[in-house]
Structures are given as structure tokens and as C-alpha cells.
């Protein structure tokens, strides 16, 4: 390939991720924690504009899944994971080279980052040869690392590295350390005191002992002491500093662009993998979803929340799986049910499974087919804006007015409790017009609702319903299960737990009342 990169096929799609900002539907689909979850720790790579990037091709989504099934031999990872270490570690060194105020210690420093990135550089050509490739991808980065690494450029680092190197290891001095003065001078076979010192107190040596020396800190910064002592050994081996010097002007831009390139892009895999493991150790199955521009049938089986799944894991809660599917002329599911029953849970996996496949990710579920849609839209309940003063049911009119302007037949739309702030006659009017409209738009949604007429406006919508214990409705299994809306919001169940139906008031009312006549 002419563009070796690991995740975009095309180089217009790789500067457009580059700047991609955070979706709007990122917070009412907890994919925000997501994101936050997979980077951390990894903040230096920028990661988070490859994760709100949608890949708008099934092409560019099966580019990715290649290279994640790649990733799964545990000697490349290891490899690749020992090439990023080594590339963080060139980074913080040239980082610190910048600081440096004297010019012998930043060659130096600049001269040890060199050194690493050779190393880092031929650790990654030879994982990657060695390794069987399945992955456009990889493969393109594997005939760039390994051409890179036989170039006469490449070559010609490495032997000034080694020039140089050899050229200080012949750097040999003494100091004469008097009252104010320090005096430097070549070495010429003077005796080692530090060696004849410990000779003389070995004899003197016991068990070992609790130590009592003194941890000092480390500067990195040399004081204007070592920096004349420095510029006086310089003056002594001017050959060898000519040469550490010279180093430093002719490599100065010495980093290769696309090595630098796929060390961040490699990491988009390496962090995904590492935030699933845990979840996957838990017993939480992941898949690639086969995913379609065109076909609205899609489904998936044992699907979560995956940012939910994240705490719930953590806190060694159980997480409840769900399944889903739409066939023939389906297209809006309608999710009914008694509230805490995760009808939200299940929206929000909605749009994660969506989201999540349209990056070229494994998804959360056993198995998954998909649309890959053109946009994403979410309407979530927001609480009432007091400086408003249109009101809440206007804010919620504008914004899905706005959304069915905006979708086309490629999109996907996730409603939440829409329309609660007005009354159920006209929640009912409004919200089957909008799905009217959202059936004629032809597009895939989830509208999770507390209007059951909504699941039955034609062989478009499909009812699901959250399930609740069966003989103890008080009690949820957060399941979402496909059957008819029952109407049922199990308050008289729970009202009956707690003692608080109208027949048990009135027999407490009755009762107190007796007890007050009989006193």
C-alpha cells in the first residue's frame, strides 16, 4: 500500500478523525465514560477523536476488524506493546533534551532518545516480519517498518550512533577536588582510590544490616559546577565532543513519519482490547458484528451496556444480557414497562452496539448484525430549563423537529421518554405522529415510552417490554423481552409490598379511628 496506516484506508479519512469532536448523543449514551475508560492512562496518544469518528464504509469497518483478529496472537501484541514502551521512553527524552540549558548534556540526552528509536524501530520490523499477518493493515506497516529499517537512512543512524558511542566510551578524566578549585585532566593510569577505599573496608564487612543512607534526588539539570567540569572534559577530548555535536545537527528530525504514525494509531487497538479484557475475564462475550449500509434487518444476542457493565463488573454485580432483532418491514422497536426495569439500559446499548460497530470495534454481545447508519440522533429527557421560558414541551418539540429534518433513511434515531412534561391525550397525539413520521422516513429507532398505543401502529413497530419477576412484579429482571404491551406498571404490586393500597388505608383509617372511640 502507498498509505501504510492500521486504521483508514484512505489518507482523507485519516485527517478528518484526526479533528473528529465528541458526537452530541456521546452523554445520553454513556459513551462519554466510555471513552474516558478506554484512554485513560494513554492521554499522551490523544485517542479520543479516533473514538467519535464513525467509518462510513463496510469496507473501511472490515480493515479494522483484520487487524484487531491480528492483535489476538500474543506474540505480536507483546512485540508491539514492547515497541510503544520504547517510542514513550524516546519521547520523554527528547522531551527532557528540550529543557536542558547546556548544549554537551542536551546532544546527550538527544543522542540516548536516537538510540532507543533505533532499537524501538528494529524490535518493531522484526515482530512484524516474524509474525503471520492476516491484516492489510499490519501488512502495509510491516513492508514500511522492514524497507525503513534496510534504507541507507536508517543505516546511516544506526552507524553514527555507534560512531558516537564508541567516541565517549574514550572519554576517561580525573578530578582534583581541593578548597574552592577543581582541576581536570585526562586520565593516564592514575590508582582508583574508590576501588583501593572498598579494598580496605571489606575486611570490616558484616551481615547485612537496616541501611541508613540517604536517598538524594536526582536532578536532571546539571549546576554551573558539573557544567564547567563538563566543558573543561570537552576541552580535553574535543574529537569525541565534535562528534557527539555534529550527531545532533545532522539528525535532528530523525524520527520517521509513519513510525511516529502508527505508534498512536496502534494504540486505538491496544486500549480497546485492554478496557474489554476485563469485561471479557467476567465472562461477558464480545463480538464483530456483520454490519450493512443497506439492510435494515439487524439483531443481536446477549447484547449489554457496555459502560454499565464497566461498574457493575467492578462491584461484582451480575450483568443481565438482552437480546433483539428486527426483520422484514421492522423498524421501531417501542420499549415499554414499569420504570427501573432498564428500558433506558437497553436504548443505551442500542446506540453503543451502533456506535461501537461503526468504529470497526468489537461489540458487546455474542452476536451482533448491524447498520452501519450515516447518523446517530438521540432524544434523552432533560430536566426543565429554568431560564426557558418557552418551557420544557417546546424544548423537546424543537429538538426532534430538528432530528427528523436532519435524518435520512440511513439514520438511527433513540428516544427516551419523550413528550412526559404534557398530558398522556397529548403525549399520545404527538408522539404517534412522530413516529409516523419516522416510519416514513424509514429509519431504525428505539422509543422507549410509557404510551403502549405506541407498539401497535402497524407492522413497523415491534413491543418489547421489560420483564418483571413473575409472582412478585415489585421485583425487576431487567430483561427486555419482545411480547405485546401488557399496560401494566406493576404500582399496584408494589403499593400492595408496602401496605400503602387504597383497601389497606382505609382498613388502618378504619382501625385507628375504633381504637380512639374504644379509649
Excluded at 573543561?232 to 524520527?255: I, K, S
Excluded at 429534518?405 to 391525550?425: G, K, P, Q, Y
Aim: charged letters at 25%; one cysteine or more.
Amino acid at each position: 500500500m502507498s498509505f501504510p496506516s492500521v486504521l483508514f484506508i484512505r489518507p482523507d479519512d485519516q485527517s478528518a478523525a484526526g479533528r473528529a469532536p465528541e458526537p452530541d448523543y456521546f452523554p445520553d449514551l454513556n459513551l462519554d465514560q466510555v471513552v474516558a475508560s478506554i484512554t485513560a492512562g494513554r492521554e499522551e496518544y490523544d485517542l479520543a477523536p479516533f473514538f467519535h469518528a464513525r467509518l462510513s464504509s463496510v469496507e473501511a469497518v472490515e480493515y479494522r476488524h483484520e487487524v484487531f483478529g491480528d492483535l489476538e496472537d500474543a506474540a505480536l501484541s507483546a512485540g508491539i506493546d514492547e515497541f510503544a514502551a520504547q517510542m514513550r521512553d524516546m519521547r520523554r527524552r527528547l522531551g527532557q533534551a528540550g529543557k536542558l540549558r547546556h548544549r554537551h548534556q542536551r546532544a546527550s540526552w538527544f543522542l540516548d532518545a536516537a538510540e532507543i528509536y533505533s532499537d524501538a524501530v528494529a524490535v518493531l520490523a522484526r515482530t512484524l516480519e516474524e509474525r503471520r499477518l492476516v491484516s492489510r493493515g499490519l501488512r502495509s506497516i510491516r513492508d514500511h517498518a522492514v524497507g525503513y529499517a534496510r534504507s541507507g537512512e536508517f543505516e546511516t543512524l544506526r552507524a553514527d550512533i555507534r560512531r558516537v558511542r564508541e567516541a565517549l566510551a574514550s572519554v576517561r578524566c580525573c578530578l582534583k577536588i581541593t578548597d574552592g578549585s577543581v582541576t581536570v585532566t585526562r586520565y593516564e593510569g592514575e590508582a582508583d582510590y574508590g576501588a583501593e577505599v572498598l579494598a580496605a573496608f571489606e575486611k570490616f564487612k558484616q551481615a547485612e544490616t537496616k541501611s541508613y543512607r540517604v536517598a538524594y534526588h536526582d536532578y536532571v539539570d546539571m549546576n554551573h559546577v558539573e557544567e564547567a567540569i563538563l566543558d573543561r572534559v570537552a576541552l580535553l577530548y574535543p574529537e569525541a565532543f565534535a562528534t557527539l555535536d555534529t550527531f545532533y545537527e545532522r539528525h535532528r528530525t530523525y524520527p520517521d513519519r509513519t513510525v511516529e504514525v502508527f505508534d498512536r494509531e496502534v494504540q486505538f487497538y491496544l486500549a480497546y482490547r485492554t478496557f474489554i479484557a476485563g469485561l471479557a475475564a467476567a465472562g461477558l462475550p464480545f463480538c464483530h458484528p456483520e454490519v450493512s449500509r443497506a439492510a435494515k434487518r439487524i439483531g443481536g444476542r446477549e447484547i449489554f451496556d457496555v459502560a454499565l457493565a464497566g461498574k457493575l463488573v467492578k462491584e461484582r454485580t451480575q450483568v443481565i444480557t438482552n437480546d433483539f432483532h428486527l426483520d422484514g418491514p421492522e423498524r421501531v422497536i417501542v420499549v415499554t414497562g414499569p420504570n427501573q426495569g432498564g428500558k433506558t439500559t437497553f436504548a443505551r446499548t442500542f446506540g453503543q452496539l451502533h456506535h461501537l460497530a461503526a468504529l470497526g470495534c468489537p461489540v458487546p454481545g455474542r452476536q451482533a448484525r448491524l447498520s452501519l447508519c450515516d447518523q446517530l440522533f438521540t432524544h434523552f429527557e432533560r430536566g426543565e430549563n429554568l431560564a426557558d421560558l418557552s418551557g420544557k414541551l417546546h424544548d423537546d418539540l424543537v429538538r426532534v423537529h430538528d432530528i427528523l429534518e436532519r435524518a435520512t433513511d440511513a439514520s438511527i434515531v433513540i428516544m427516551n421518554e419523550v413528550f412526559t412534561s404534557t398530558t398522556l391525550h397529548d403525549a399520545v397525539t404527538l408522539g404517534t405522529r412522530v413516529l409516523e413520521k419516522i416510519i416514513a422516513l424509514d429509519l431504525l429507532c428505539v422509543c422507549v415510552t410509557f404510551v403502549d398505543e405506541f407498539a401497535a401502529l402497524g407492522p413497523s413497530t415491534v413491543s418489547m417490554v421489560a420483564a418483571a419477576v413473575p409472582g412478585n412484579p415489585a421485583l425487576r429482571t431487567y430483561r427486555i423481552v419482545r411480547r405485546p404491551a401488557d399496560g401494566l406498571s406493576y404500582a399496584m404490586a408494589i403499593a400492595d409490598k408496602y401496605g400503602i393500597t387504597y383497601d389497606r388505608l382505609i382498613e388502618r383509617i378504619n382501625a385507628r379511628a375504633e381504637g380512639r372511640l374504644a379509649s
